[in-house]
Antibody, heavy 121, light 110 residues
Framework: QLQLQESGPGLVKPSETLSLTCTVS??????????WGWIRQPPGKGLEWIGS???????YYNPSLKSRVTISVDTSKNQFSLRLNAMTAADTAVYYC?????????????WGQGTLVTVSS | QSALTQPASVSGSPGQSITISCTGT?????????VSWYQQYPGKAPKLMLY???YRPSGVSDRFSGSKSGNTASLTISGLQPEDEADYYC??????????FGGGTKLTVL
């Protein structure tokens, strides 16, 4: 059974860089059949897609976040990661990792439980 | 990119049918059949209910159905049940090679 688990700091200071990791179990991130993505949800608000990556390193990013986001993959650890720089209070959110239903033109299917990241000094 | 437009809330009584709309543009919903719907309970991760407008993942009740006309997609829940009370989000692929969500709709089962 596929499981995704987000990990990282729950508190980040303004202007700093957020680093989150998603560990995949019950499946291989090296599969040539799936993209893997990050999504966030500010408290009480809607969902926002951040970006997605293929095992080869091919990435797509939300145009509104592209200048601040880097998503990478570590196939040896069966993990993929998110870096978001220049954090502000507006980046406070629950961050989810997820697996697409298939390749790029498929929606997000399996989701992790999410991790709350608060931006505060 | 702008979020897709959903009503903030809808309600219905058990056994009834309700429809949630999701309006976008020709650059997203109107241009592609890559529209999906998610159900989210408070404090939980979203669950995929429909993808590519009308397809249900394994295990999703056939009470959930989807459609699309022009720039608007719709989710219909028939035979409303108390456990259907949740937030629902639509999602679409866009011409910017990205994915965009709707603002979410809170469904109340009266």
């Amino acid at each position: 059974q596929l499981q995704l688990q987000e990990s990282g700091p729950g508190l980040v200071k303004p202007s700093e860089t957020l680093s989150l990791t998603c560990t995949v179990s019950g499946g291989s991130i090296s599969s040539r059949s799936y993209y893997w993505g990050w999504i966030r949800q500010p408290p009480g608000k809607g969902l926002e897609w951040i970006g997605s990556i293929f095992y080869s390193g091919s990435t797509y990013y939300n145009p509104s976040l592209k200048s601040r986001v880097t998503i990478s993959v570590d196939t040896s650890k069966n993990q993929f990661s998110l870096r978001l720089n220049a954090m502000t209070a507006a980046d406070t959110a629950v961050y989810y990792c997820a697996r697409h239903l298939g390749l790029w033109l498929t929606t997000l299917h399996y989701w992790g439980q999410g991790t709350l990241v608060t931006v505060s000094s | 990119q702008s979020a897709l437009t959903q009503p903030a809330s809808v309600s219905g009584s058990p056994g009834q049918s309700i429809t949630i709309s999701c309006t976008g543009t020709s650059r997203d919903i109107g241009g592609y059949n890559y529209v999906s719907w998610y159900q989210q309970y408070p404090g939980k991760a979203p669950k995929l209910m429909l993808y590519e407008v009308t397809y249900r993942p394994s295990g999703v009740s056939d009470r959930f159905s989807g459609s699309k006309s022009g720039n608007t997609a719709s989710l219909t829940i028939s035979g409303l049940q108390p456990e259907d009370e949740a937030d629902y989000y639509c999602n679409s692929y866009t011409s910017s090679s990205s994915w965009v969500f709707g603002g979410g709709t809170k469904l109340t089962v009266l």
